[in-house]
């Protein structure tokens, strides 16, 4: 089954402008497995980080008109080499939808500097949180210089994808403006830097004052995120959004805030693997025959849950264990 | 901190028909802890058994008021003791909302057949999807015959809630007729009787017809789940929704599907104590000096996420677990 695969070669023709092996590259982090964490071991070690902006918003937002228009004025203002994930948290698989919305970024397809991918987490140990971040550095050690993450959907998952990058933009529309459903979505605190985008329907300035009041409660930050409007079908106020996303990367590049987040990414990276790992376990201990007997003592009423689980454990033995003291109180 | 609490004689009391006794051990149910702990298993152990019935669907579709007149259903059709649980699976405090609508119930509260109770899970162990059945089994061995647990929105968890009964009772609105959405949330295979409350408003045929066509397609079972038309409102068809019910009841009774229900129930009270404990452990692995100081070198690029995690449980030594085996690509 195992084929073997020179992901060294892999990561020298990618630098080197091919698409096909960056693009291999990335399907092996997506597909996660032994190539996968091969490919992730190499780029952790290359020490190469690319900007990462996240961009997320509620479906309709209009999130990649709006991921077009950025690339044009990221690779107009210098940027060699760009590249966007797509993902969508709430696929196994990647679906029609985000698909389609990759045609319309077909303007860039004879862009050399442009790499456009959707992503899904197959089979990754932790999902799309260790994925993602992993592809970032893939993107970053092949010569990437800007990430642009987009997430499909806004939800506690999609900021966390969002969120697991330098930069996080978070998509409003004018008719959205409840102050509310931003702060239970919890992209109050994930957001560097707030779109109203189609900001010539009516409402826009409902929006405006509703985010800045929400802003104005928040705790104090060093950076207050901005809150732009935008026409993106226009082209109106990308230029002034790839601006703010460049001044945000200096302001935390000055502030030692970037070196902090991506300590702190790697740290929840190494979380999330943990994690993982531990549920393989609990999946390993289910398949166990020790198992299939406690749960037939639990059905028969012999055991409590709670007795048969710390047998499972081994914990009977402990007998000290905060969740559970002896004090038993029979009828 | 801990008190001495005389459980055998709270059942006791509670069995002779003292509300205030069946609170004091809901109570201690939802709090979980030691207290909790010796409640279920007192429970557990009385082997006595309620009829539960879940109730869910969308807020708004009308389920406080449906649960009014079913309690009244019950009780003329000779229940003599019927409790119901307002459950708040998104709530860890139980909020103003439910608190409201139970008020609507206050038609019963001079009748001592009648037990209601709001219902949310604080720290419980393995939160509602384990406290929930508890609760039941609480009632039971304080002799309550029909439990109905009434979830409020419809999510995977509500749903789940909803369907740790013998009977899931599915409410849906004229207008709601999308049978892609009652695919998503899973209603379909959640639910044994299905209610179109409201049904003198527009569309009730349409909805009926969706509802069928979907179930025409859904396997084979031995009970195909009806489809009533209610307005509980007016106490129109609460009375064949009661009948119904303990139709099902039998059927499964008879069938042996409500043994297997129960043993099913059980089985997955284990899994989410042995999860909950599983979590504990893995906060506790957090909480060590040796997870701050891997956590440290992944920051600094020294052991990637994977070496880290593998570290940390112990797993460098076995070398040969299936995520990870050894052949290294370094570049």
Redo the contacts between chains.
């Keep these: 089954m ?1 084929q073997l ?1 020179d ?2 070669g892999l ?1 020298e023709e990618a630098s080197s402008g091919s698409r096909r092996s960056l693009a291999k590259l990335l399907s092996a982090i997506e597909k996660g ?2 190539l996968g ?2 490919v ?3 780029a ?4 190469a980080e690319a900007h990462s902006v996240g961009i997320t918003g509620a479906p309709g937002a209009g999130k990649s008109t709006l991921v077009d228009r950025l690339i044009a004025h990221a690779r107009a203002g210098g940027v060699g080499q760009i590249a966007v994930l797509a993902v969508d948290p709430s696929s196994p698989f990647t679906g029609g939808a985000i698909l389609g919305d990759r045609v319309r970024m077909q303007g860039h397809a004879l862009d050399e500097g442009v790499f456009i991918r959707s992503m899904a987490s197959r089979g990754h ?1 932790g999902g799309l949180a ?1 994925a993602v971040p992993e592809a970032i550095r893939v993107a970053a050690a092949a010569g990437i210089e800007v990430v642009l993450v987009e997430t499909v959907g806004v939800g506690q998952v999609e900021v966390e994808v969002a969120s697991a990058t330098d930069t996080t933009v978070v998509v409003v529309n004018p008719r959205w403006g409840d102050s509310v459903q931003a702060n239970k979505a919890g992209l109050l605190e994930a957001a560097d830097i707030f779109v109203i985008n189609k900001a010539d329907l009516p409402g826009a300035r409902e929006t405006r004052r509703d985010l800045e009041q929400m802003l104005d409660l928040s705790p104090d930050r060093q950076w207050r995120p901005p809150v732009l409007e935008v026409i993106a079908a226009k082209d109106e106020g990308v230029d002034v959004l790839w601006e703010t996303i460049e001044k945000h990367q200096s302001h935390m590049e000055s502030t030692g805030e970037l070196e902090r987040r991506r ?1 702190q990414r ?2 929840r ?7 993982a ?2 549920e ?1 376990q ?1 999946d390993a ?2 398949a166990d025959d020790r198992f299939s007997s ?2 037939e003592s ?2 028969q ?1 012999g055991l ?3 007795e ?3 047998l ?2 081994g ?1 009977v033995t402990s007998g000290d264990t ?4 002896t ?5």
């Design positions: 195992t695969v992901v060294a990561f497995g032994v964490r091969a992730a071991g190499v952790y070690r290359s020490l140990l260790v300590a790697l740290q990276e190494f979380k999330a693997v943990l994690v790992k531990i393989r609990v201990l289910y406690l749960a639990v059905e009423h409590d849950p709670y048969a689980a710390e499972l454990l914990e905060l969740e559970d003291p004090p038993r109180v029979d009828p």
